[in-house]
C-alpha cells in the first residue's frame, strides 16, 4: 500500500492509499498481499488478450537485445514494417500509410496536424478548427483536449486559457436526447448538428470532424443510432472536411470487430489507434491514413511532413504490438469478444430487471455501459454530489472488482456511468463473478 508519506510517486489523489501490484493472469491482478481483483476495465480500456502472456514478453526480450531504438530520420526496421502490414491488412479498404506514435493521445494530436497539412498542401490555409463531440475525449495533449467536449475533465483540470476555440456537436445520444426526440422520427438530428456547426463556424474554417464510433469511457459506451456514421460521412464529403475515426478504444477488436467503425458501412480519412494496439504490454499508438491523404501530400510541392514524435516507430514497442496483435488473430480473439461480450451484456440486462437504479445497459462487444438513474420512467439522474457511481466503484474495489465510472450527460454535470472492458479471454464463468460483484 502507498500514498503520499512513503512513495516519491506523483499520485493523482494524494488523499487515497494505492494497493502495489505484483503480476497478473488472465483477467486477475495480484496485489503484494494476495488480494485478487478481477479486472472488468482491461487496465484502463487497454488489455485485450489478457495479463501474463508470456509470447508477448519473449517477442520484446528478443526487439530489445537486436534493436532498442532507430531513428526515423534515418531508418526504419522490421519491427515497424510487420506491424504497419498487419493493421493495413486489419483496415477499411483504402486505409495505405501509418505513423507510429507513443500513446493514443499522441496519435489525435498528429491526426489534427495532418488535417491542417492536407488542407494547406490543397491551398485551403484557412481550414484548421476541428469539431468535436460534447461529452468525448480524445486525449492529454493541449490539441486533443482541445477537441474533447468532456467538459468534466477540462474543469478538473483548469487548463482554460490553453485550449484552442474549437466547437462542439451534439453527442448521438439517444437515451438523453439532446433535442428530446426519439429515434428514428428525430431525422438522425444528432448527425444534422455537425452541418449546422459547420455553417455556423464558416465552411472554410473547418478543417476536420473528430468521433469516436462508440462514446466509451467517458459516457458509458452510448452507441449512436443507426444511420449516424454514414450520415456523418456525407455531411463531411460535402464540406470537403475530413472525417478522423478515434478508435483508440474500439480499434483492434474491442467492439467484437477489427475496427469499431467496421460496424457501419463508412471509411474514414484517418484513424487513430492507442490503448489497445499494445494491449498494455507496449505504449504505442498509430495514425492510419487513407490513400487519397498520402496522394495529396505526394503530389505536393513538399518532399515531406513535419511529424514531431521521438519514440515514432520505437521497435521494442512495435515488436510487442506486433505480438499482440499476431496473438489476436492467432486465437481468434476478435470473434470470441463478439460473443463473450453478447453474454456478459445479457447478464447486465438481467441484473437490471431486479435493481431499478439501472436504466440502461449498452454498448457493443466488450466495450459495455451501465446508467444508475433515481427514476426510470423520467431518466432522471442523480445529483453530482450524491456521487452515486463513486460508491458503486469504491464499494466493487473493496471486494476485488475494478470499475470505471465517470458522470456527465451532453453538457450537463450530472449522469452517473459505470463502463465495462474486460480482457477478450475472459470466461462466462468470471462474467458470471463480474456480475455477482457489482
Not at 499520485?11 to 495480484?30: A, C, D, I, M
Not at 484502463?44 to 488478450?49: L, R, Y
Not at 475530413?242 to 474491442?254: F, M, N, P, W
Not at 464499494?395 to 472488482?401: D, R
Request: proline letters at 5%.
Amino acid at each position: 500500500m502507498s500514498n503520499e508519506m512513503d512513495s516519491h510517486i506523483l499520485f493523482t489523489n494524494w488523499r487515497k492509499n494505492y494497493p502495489s501490484l505484483e503480476h497478473g493472469e488472465g483477467v486477475f491482478l495480484y496485489d503484494n498481499t494476495g488480494k485478487r481483483y478481477l479486472d472488468a476495465i482491461g487496465g484502463m480500456f487497454v488489455v485485450t488478450i489478457g495479463y501474463g502472456v508470456p509470447e508477448i514478453g519473449a517477442a520484446i526480450a528478443e526487439q530489445s537485445t537486436k534493436l532498442c531504438f532507430a531513428n526515423r530520420n534515418f531508418f526504419t526496421h522490421e519491427a515497424q514494417e510487420r506491424l504497419a502490414d498487419k493493421l493495413i491488412g486489419m483496415a477499411p479498404k483504402g486505409m495505405d500509410r501509418i505513423f507510429f506514435v507513443p500513446s493514443g493521445s499522441t496519435a489525435n494530436e498528429i491526426a489534427l496536424q495532418i488535417a491542417r497539412n492536407y488542407h494547406v498542401e490543397r491551398g485551403q490555409s484557412s481550414r484548421y478548427k476541428v469539431i468535436g463531440q460534447w461529452h468525448n475525449y480524445y486525449g492529454a495533449t493541449v490539441g486533443a483536449l482541445s477537441m474533447s467536449g468532456n467538459l468534466a475533465t477540462r474543469r478538473r483540470m483548469h487548463m482554460d486559457p490553453y485550449f484552442l476555440d474549437f466547437p462542439h456537436v451534439q453527442a448521438p445520444h439517444c437515451y438523453h436526447c439532446p433535442f428530446q426526440r426519439t429515434y428514428p422520427a428525430c431525422g438522425l438530428a444528432c448527425a444534422h448538428d455537425l452541418a449546422r456547426v459547420i455553417e455556423q463556424e464558416g465552411p472554410a474554417s473547418i478543417a476536420a470532424f473528430i468521433a469516436t464510433p462508440i462514446i466509451g469511457g467517458t459516457a458509458g459506451a452510448v452507441v449512436p443510432p443507426p444511420g449516424y456514421h454514414e450520415t456523418i460521412r456525407k455531411i463531411c464529403d460535402t464540406y470537403g472536411i475530413l472525417y478522423i475515426a478515434d478508435e483508440v478504444i474500439t480499434g483492434l477488436g474491442r467492439l467484437g470487430t477489427n475496427f469499431g467503425i467496421d460496424h457501419w458501412n463508412v471509411t474514414p480519412d484517418i484513424i487513430t489507434l492507442g490503448k489497445t494496439l499494445g494491449s498494455g504490454y507496449a505504449s504505442l499508438g498509430a495514425v492510419l491514413v487513407h490513400q487519397h491523404i498520402w496522394d495529396t501530400f505526394t503530389r505536393g510541392s513538399r518532399p515531406g511532413i513535419v511529424l514531431l514524435s521521438t519514440y515514432s516507430g520505437h521497435p521494442v514497442s512495435c515488436a510487442g504490438a506486433l505480438a499482440v496483435q499476431n496473438y489476436l488473430t492467432d486465437h481468434d480473439l476478435i470473434k470470441r469478444c463478439a460473443v463473450i461480450g453478447r453474454y456478459l451484456k445479457q447478464a447486465l440486462q438481467r441484473l437490471a430487471e431486479r435493481e431499478p437504479l439501472i436504466g440502461d445497459v449498452r454498448g457493443e462487444g466488450l466495450l459495455l455501459g451501465i446508467e444508475l438513474v433515481q427514476d426510470r420512467a423520467t431518466r432522471e439522474p442523480f445529483p453530482r454530489d450524491a456521487h452515486v457511481s463513486d460508491t458503486v466503484v469504491r464499494h466493487a474495489f473493496e471486494h476485488g472488482l475494478l470499475l470505471s465510472n465517470r458522470y456527465g450527460t451532453g453538457t450537463r454535470a450530472e449522469g452517473d456511468h459505470i463502463s465495462f472492458s474486460p480482457p477478450f479471454v475472459i470466461s462466462e464463468a468470471e462474467c458470471d463473478e463480474l456480475v455477482a460483484l457489482l
